[in-house]
């Protein structure tokens, strides 16, 4: 009782900033149109959070980086948000030590990735970052035959990758040229 009081409370005082409402029914509007197959939203922080919603309102895919979850708080949306939609449209990867997709309680359909930023603290912005998350990811998970981000190597120590057989250049060189 005391989450849909304070859903309530907190839903008339957010009613003139619920970006959720444009975005869901932009993507209502968008699996309308005849020209897409299907319509899928992701996001990274708050438009994770966004994500999130408008998927789960819209019964679309959605994906989120980093982003707030709305477990407990999808009560206080308009229209509500089940747990039922969360688990079914919708999908958070949350790093490690990153405090934002903790805001909430999280769905099923969620995956946990390292965040490689200095532990000195229990929590940092640093791993909230949407770079590091996706150089964790391109080498957790592969980035197929293309390139990691130099960022990866340069910036968060990430290893440089094998260079193929017929190249002649090492990857430094190929990030300072790509810089150049």
Known sequence: ETVKWTSKFASRSLERVSYYKLTTKLAEELKQNELFDRVHVTGHSLGGGLALITGAQADIQAIGVSAPNALISGAGFDPPISEEELNKYTFNVVPDRDFIPRLD???????????????????????????????EI???????????????????????????????????????????
């Open 105 to 135: 309680d999280i769905a099923d359909e969620f995956q946990r990735i390292r965040c490689t930023a200095d532990s000195n603290y229990a929590f940092t912005m640093k791993c909230h970052s949407i770079y590091r998350a996706t150089c």
């Open 138 to 180: 391109m080498y957790t998970c592969g980035s197929g035959n293309r390139p990691v981000f130099c960022e990866c190597v340069e910036r968060y120590g990430y290893p440089e990758p094998v260079a193929a057989k017929d190249l002649n250049y090492t990857f430094s060189e190929f990030c300072a040229d790509a810089q150049g």
